[in-house]
């Protein structure tokens, strides 16, 4: 019996030893686990910055996406600048340059004789009394008159015959009612609401057109 508890004392004390002489055992253990959560801690560390460089990438993108948005945007506006200051657009009406424009009529309604009506054409527009150069002229000159006999600014007081306007204009269109002129003391024109002329006594008094430049 002596022996066998000798023999369990020594067992138990190389138990002990073992134990003791084998720290490591338990310390690799903790380094084990400290490596493995240092692992995952780098790991984290790392997912964490490529998180970072992708929003970054990300908000790049998304600033590169406005950049080109505001350029396309400054792109229309430049287009429609450029509209915007393209002369037809700034004047749709413009009239082109071999153009002639249409001449003013003024219908005066005063009575008076074919001289003062020239007179006074020149004295308040600076013009004569109406001149007419087309049928388009002289529906205007119609048109102006409201109905009326009135004095256009042709004339042959300086010669029988020949019908000169008083602006010194050629005489390069007529509309003589038929049986006109009648010659004699009519010297002067008158324009019929019809539009047709005729010849009168240059005394007579009626209302007139001048043609204003």
């Keep these: 019996m002596r022996r066998v508890g000798v023999l369990l004392m020594l067992a138990w004390a190389a138990a002990c030893d073992s134990s ?22 780098a790991d984290a560390a790392i997912l964490d910055s490529a998180s970072a460089d992708g929003a970054l990438v990300d908000a790049m993108r998304i600033d590169a996406m406005t950049a080109d948005a505001m350029t396309a945007d400054t792109m229309s506006v430049d287009t429609m600048s450029v509209d915007a200051i393209t002369p037809d657009a700034m004047i749709p009406d413009a009239m082109p340059p071999d153009a002639t424009p249409s001449p003013t009529f003024v219908y005066v309604s005063t009575l008076m004789t074919w001289s003062a009506a020239e007179s006074h054409c020149l004295a308040t527009f600076g013009a004569h009394l109406a001149t007419i150069h087309s049928s388009a002229d ?24 020949t019908w000169a306007w008083a602006s010194g204009e050629l005489w390069d269109y ?18 019929r609401p019809d539009g047709a002329w005729q010849d009168a006594a240059c005394t007579l008094t009626a209302p007139f057109v001048c043609r204003v430049p």
Excluded: K, R
Excluded at 24 to 38: C, H, I
Excluded at 144 to 158: E, R, Y
């Design 20 to 41: 003791v002489a084998d720290p490591d055992a338990q310390t690799g253990a903790f380094d084990a686990a400290e490596l493995v959560d240092g692992s995952l801690a």
């Design 138 to 161: 002289n529906t205007l000159a119609v048109t102006a008159a409201s109905g009326q006999l009135v004095w256009l600014g042709g004339s042959d007081v300086a010669l029988e015959g």
């Design 174 to 191: 007529q509309a003589w009612a038929s049986g006109f002129p009648s010659g004699a003391v009519n010297d002067c024109l008158i324009l």
